[in-house]
């Protein structure tokens, strides 16, 4: 199991707690913290033969948005970052706030990266609308080669190749993705958008119907199901809307999405989609299968700042708090 650290490492657990071993250290090239830092991390779906992994950070320099791919070599626990980066990609940020985060490789073996609309409140430079710009979507690259002028390829089937809008765009209207992931039973694409001040959202897109190529989830027309700008009367034609949402109320204020539990230990969590508040610390789920919209279930109210879900190899699932808790998600029975 691998941990990923704001503050720009990775830790290997697999000799457990007292050992926390450092897997990769970007630190020096990191800058750290608010919603800025190490962000992200993907191992390639051939990491076995060909030990490559993705990391998505911010770029102490400038505050940028780095795209890094890493091998490990003769060491399979440690990776040598200076002897083996590759830059894939880099996005400016205007703002420190925003930078969703997330990569992962989806069913059709492309890195997913989600990117937050830059920053600031209200989405200023309407960006997460402006297909010409990277900054509130969901993009698609092929990191097995490269293009002129770039080190990975645009795959043939992203819905803006050969049209008005940069190639690399998958989905366009996210304010903030944080956290998304893949359904690893069905490739369904799961996201859960950060609101501004009203709503949380979450939204699903099902492999079945594109896996939510070219889609518009709405931002900043709409904040989850709801006009946003303008307040009212705002043009729904295009939008997708959220399977799912929930108010800021009784300290709700940003929601962090989680996973579709598929592990084998718990049968009565199986085939649900479980998520998160950070400010509050409850937990919801959705049924993966539900129609929508749904309202989600409320299962747990802790009191951890929830920044992130994860996944073991088998498809237990994982909670982390701010504070550097990680706890398992499980069924109690009585």
């Known amino acids: 199991m691998f941990v990923v650290e704001q503050t720009g490492y990775v830790r290997n657990l697999a000799s457990g707690p007292a050992g926390t071993p450092i897997f990769l250290d970007v630190h020096t090239r990191t800058q750290c913290c608010g919603e800025r830092g190490l962000l992200g991390l993907a191992f390639h779906p051939g990491f076995e033969s060909n030990g490559k992994l993705y990391v998505n950070y911010t770029r102490a320099a400038d505050g940028a948005t780095i795209i890094d791919e890493y091998r490990v070599t003769s060491n399979p626990n440690n990776v040598d970052e200076n002897a083996t980066r590759r830059q894939i990609l880099s996005i400016s940020q205007p703002y420190p706030n925003h930078n969703g985060g997330g990569i992962a490789f989806g069913p059709d073996g492309f890195l997913y990266i989600g990117m937050g609309d830059g920053g600031d409140a209200n989405d200023p430079q309407e960006r997460a609308q402006d297909v010409n710009s990277l900054l509130g979507k969901m993009l698609r690259i092929d990191v097995n080669g490269t293009s002129t002028g770039k080190q990975y390829r645009v795959p043939s089937s992203n819905p803006y190749v050969g049209k008005p809008g940069l190639d690399e765009i998958w989905a366009v209207g996210l304010r903030n993705p944080w956290r998304w992931s893949f359904d ?8 859960g958008d950060v609101g501004q001040g009203d709503w949380e959202e979450v939204d699903r897109s ?7 190529r070219g889609l518009n989830y709405g931002w900043d027309v709409m904040e989850g199901s709801h006009c946003f700008e303008p307040m009212s009367n705002c043009s729904r034609s295009g939008k997708t809307l959220p399977l799912t949402e929930y108010a800021h109320i009784d300290g709700n204020c940003s929601i962090t999405g989680g996973y579709v539990y598929r592990g084998n230990r718990y049968a009565l969590l199986r085939g649900g989609y479980f998520y998160g508040d950070f400010c509050s610390g409850r937990i919801w789920a959705v049924w993966a299968t539900a129609g929508g919209p749904v309202t989600g279930t ?36 009585r």
């Open 206 to 212: 099902t492999k079945a119907s594109g896996g939510g």
């Open 184 to 191: 690893r039973i069905t490739g369904d694409l799961w996201i």
């Open 298 to 333: 409320q299962l747990l109210d802790t009191d951890l700042n929830i920044t992130s879900f994860g996944e073991s190899e088998g498809g237990e699932l994982y909670v982390v708090a701010q504070n550097g808790d990680i706890r398992q998600l499980i069924e109690l029975t």
